[in-house]
């Protein structure tokens, strides 16, 4: 058996942000219409290193492969001069079973797949005319976010806010050279929500960083962090507060997201949610519908996102002749 080894230097090369948009909006609108296979979440917490690894997979139907994907955060890896995130993705051959690939990615496929799920999200859900966003959380994701986010908006400003001024400073430093946008740092979450078109939440927080007094008509609302159960970034009345609800998928988000505190606060029922952003992404249902709209997405992390990168990254680096062939 042969098996394709793809390492990270050759798969930031084969898939970039653009790329990632359309292969996550084309899974999602799979999803919704009953082309996709989706087991549940793996969740692995070990708190005393402050550490949480997930494992996801997915088929889209009528594909060539199946991947199964493990992704982690070790948040004290930092200080210790290691990467906060890692992972690799498995990738299978969908007519027989067998090992196909295997991306050594070091979770940047997690974090492209994550901002283009972002980026949808505002696509089919911020005003049209958005072009400033609130950045909560100053990490390795804010950075994918606003380069996914550019791909879809004519974002021109970035206000940062991060439990560590330093962290916010240095990450406005980095968007503003990087990509010519205004963007500044600034002392309170509040600050930054109250003068955004776009608010985008990239924290692991596990509790809220975003009240619901804060939003004001015709925001957009981003929440990416909230992946497990403990985890919260949103007041759970900001949910109440806004007008349309969407979610990455139902059933994920009663149990890991946004969506998973608001109805045990008994502030809201899942009968309320407008749609998942697949539905949204095929034409089922409509993302926002007036200017004055407050609109969320719940994002909690599909394994379909990871099976759709994958799946183009492994036929493009066979057609290109990339990578390493081992036999096994």
Not at 88 to 109: E, H, K, P, S
Not at 191 to 212: G, K, S, Y
């Amino acid at each position: 058996m042969n098996v394709l080894i793809l390492r990270e230097a050759q798969i930031r090369e084969l898939m970039g942000p653009r790329a990632a948009i359309d292969a996550v909006r084309d899974a999602f609108a799979r999803l919704a219409r009953g082309e996709a296979t989706l087991p549940g979440v793996i969740g692995l917490d070990l708190p005393q290193v402050e550490g949480e690894v997930h494992v996801k997979g997915a088929w889209l139907h009528g594909t060539p492969f199946f991947s199964i994907k493990e992704a982690a955060g070790f948040y004290k890896n930092g200080a210790l001069g290691l990467p906060v995130g890692s992972g690799l993705i498995l990738v299978f051959d969908a007519t027989n079973g067998l090992l196909r690939a295997i991306l050594f990615d070091n979770a940047y496929l997690t974090e492209l797949r994550t901002g283009a799920a972002g980026a949808l999200a505002a696509d089919l859900l911020a005003r049209p005319d958005a072009t400033r966003v609130a950045m909560l959380g100053a990490g390795g994701q804010a950075r994918y976010q606003i380069e996914a986010l550019r791909e879809v908006r004519g974002i021109r400003e970035v206000l940062a806010w991060s439990r560590s001024p330093e962290r916010a400073r240095a990450y406005a430093a980095e968007i503003q050279q990087r990509y010519g946008l205004e963007a500044r740092a600034v002392s309170s979450a509040r600050e930054a929500v109250e003068a955004a078109d776009i608010v985008v939440t990239v924290t692991p927080a596990r509790e809220p960083v975003l009240r619901a007094e804060w939003l004001r008509p015709g925001q957009h609302v981003t929440a990416v962090g909230s992946d497990g159960p403990d985890k919260q970034e949103l007041e759970a009345a900001v949910l109440a507060r806004v007008d349309t609800v969407v979610v990455d998928r139902l059933d994920q988000c009663l149990r890991l997201g946004e969506l998973h505190h608001a109805v045990a606060a008994g502030l809201f029922t899942a009968d309320r949610v407008h749609a998942e952003l697949g539905q949204i992404a095929a034409g089922l249902k409509p993302g926002r519908t007036r200017p004055d709209e407050i609109t969320l997405c719940d994002l909690t992390g599909v394994g379909i996102q990871d099976a759709a990168v994958a799946n183009r990254v492994v036929g493009l680096a066979l057609e290109r002749g990339l990578g390493e062939t081992i036999a096994v």
